[in-house]
């Protein structure tokens, strides 16, 4: 009987998952015969070194998943070659999953596995972010979590530790539901088997969907307020806030634009960006949006336009927004996403079109716009037509 000749072999079939990644796989082949053998290790093309077969160091775990496909190799050569001494040659059809080699399971941490999943997608920058917050939350609830550990017991108990870390119903939502895609993710690459699906039996915690949003006099009462003395730096972050109730920003689109957003059409200044979270493009008339008031601001900052753009963390400007609030005196709860929320209700209100609210906000369904339609009483309806904008 031939040897078999192992080697490791980068997206044969020249064909990418929905990912944009391909697997690794190990040829083994004796004589003219060859059959392929899954590490489940998934790269992207320009992660893989044909030539040394090896994971590149462009890769962040290129080292782990390199001594990984070795040992995978090892094993098989070594039981080929315990085998020969038995005089019992290794065949290609004995050549099974289970019996020759472990998976990536066995080698890679759940930890170390989710760092590798969410540096090698294409998601946003800010997505990837907020992803890495719950990687560090597992490790902090139990660093040597394992593939094998995620059992409907271990999420229940994931999510009374974030619950005793004071977090609210919605941000422990956003965590689990994180855990949840990496497991998935998991189960695709065959790490996990999807029979033993953990999440079957876990019922998700409904969420507080609270929006907060500014009445016409209370806008009012912020346009007119005074920042004196110590309060004076409040000044740049109370502009934004309130240029983003006239154009419905969020915090990641403001803090995108540059000069080159705005553009003048028949003399009249439009704004023109594209949603970090959607990528929509939005093209928004400023001379017609709250009368111009957007305008106005943008000419308070207009010799160093770029600057205006530059406010502090989305924590730290809610926080000065906390201090604005009381300044003013208004009960209303304010973040900076209320801007966005304040901009959508009045716009419903004064009786803009909702498919016209939609575009003007960069939603891609409807639905999410169609909201701001139900969630005013009818006694907040009477006010807002008495006291519309100025």
Known sequence: MNKICFNLVF?????????????????????????????????????????????????????????????????????????????TPLTLEQLTIPENYATEADCLSFTNFCKEYIQTSRKRDSTKKNLMTTVNLINSFDVNTSFKSLTYEYIREFERFLSSKKYKTNTIIKHIKHLRSFYNEAVNRKLIKHEEDAFRRYKMLKGETKYTFLLPQELDVLENLTLEGKHVRLLH??????????????????????????????????????????????????YLLFNGKGINILEKYKYDINRFFKIGSNSAVDKELKKIKMLARINTHISFHTARHTNATLLVYKGVNITTVQKLLGHKNIKTTQYYADIIPEGIINDLQRNSWR
């Open 237 to 286: 972050t109370l502009d934004a806030f309130l240029f983003c109730c006239y154009t419905g920003l969020r915090y990641s689109d403001f803090c995108s634009l540059s000069k080159d957003n705005f553009i003048y059409i028949n003399n009249n200044v439009w704004l023109i960006y594209k949603s970090v979270k959607t990528e929509v493009e939005a093209r928004l008339p400023l």
């Open 11 to 87: 997206n044969r079939e020249n064909i990418l998952n929905t990912n944009g990644t391909a697997m690794v796989e190990i040829e083994a082949m004796q004589v003219s015969h060859k059959v392929y053998l899954p590490t489940y290790v998934f790269l992207r093309p320009g992660q893989w070194n044909r030539k040394r077969q090896e994971v590149m160091p462009s890769h962040p775990n290129h080292e782990l998943l390199n001594r990984f496909l070795q040992e995978c190799m090892l094993k098989l050569e070594w039981k080929e070659l315990q085998m020969w001494k038995n005089d």
